[in-house]
């Protein structure tokens, strides 16, 4: 295989809090997940570069996300509601640098699931779970500056705060400044 380079894929992976459980999306997803996506709050923080319309929810779960475990980019994950087993949000990674063994997370929440800490108890669960079973060393999320909410749950979560990073981003067609926040093997001390 001289000259060639093999593609990782992202580990297949379940996870389970009290709860939530995070798991690949399928497509029965699609519903709630084009509902997810097209919550005007979701939609104000997509980081989409521009107002290319709704997310296909099918596509969503099952082109786009194997598409991205075929790059070794990352995947898509549901947030599905322990008690009633709803599919109440998304998790996907994305920038997986597999040498450095890091990757990114962003996560969307169905507008009844907010508030309640599941999108920072699934964004914590899962960045266990790559860390200690999957041997990441680290996990990011980058959050616009004014998504509060999305700060809270980097805070809640557990992610530490490094610094903002300059015209780094796009939400809906704009360019912003990100935060980036991270957690790292250390964190689980």
């Given at each position: 295989m001289i000259g060639q380079v093999a593609v990782r894929r992202f580990p297949d992976l379940t996870v389970s809090t009290p709860r939530t459980e995070v798991r690949r999306h399928t497509a029965r997803d699609a519903d709630p997940v084009s509902g997810i996506f097209a919550d005007r709050l979701t939609q104000r923080w997509l980081p989409l570069a521009d107002e290319s319309g709704q997310i296909d929810g099918l596509a969503w779960c099952t082109d786009l996300a194997r598409q991205r475990r075929d790059s070794g980019d990352g995947d898509?994950?549901?947030?599905?509601?322990?008690?009633?087993?709803?599919?109440?949000?998304?998790?996907?990674?994305?920038?997986?640098?597999?040498?450095?063994?890091?990757?990114?997370?962003?996560?969307?929440?169905?507008?009844?699931?907010?508030?309640?800490?599941?999108?920072?108890?699934?964004?914590?669960?899962?960045?266990?779970?790559?860390?200690?079973?999957?041997?990441?060393?680290?996990?990011?999320?980058?959050?616009?500056?004014?998504?509060?909410?999305?700060?809270?749950?980097?805070?809640?979560?557990?992610?530490?705060?490094?610094?903002?990073?300059?015209?780094?981003?796009?939400?809906?067609?704009?360019?912003?400044?990100?935060?980036?926040?991270?957690?790292?093997?250390?964190?689980l001390r």
């Open positions: 898509h994950f549901a947030v599905v509601r322990r008690e009633d087993a709803r599919v109440v949000g998304c998790l996907w990674t994305r920038r997986t640098d597999w040498g450095a063994r890091l990757t990114e997370v962003s996560y969307a929440m169905a507008p009844e699931a907010r508030g309640y800490g599941l999108a920072a108890e699934a964004v914590l669960a899962l960045a266990i779970a790559l860390i200690l079973e999957h041997g990441f060393q680290r996990v990011e999320l980058r959050v616009a500056p004014g998504n509060v909410a999305s700060r809270r749950v980097a805070e809640k979560a557990g992610f530490s705060y490094e610094g903002l990073l300059r015209n780094a981003g796009y939400v809906r067609g704009n360019r912003v400044d990100l935060e980036l926040w991270s957690f790292v093997t250390a964190d």
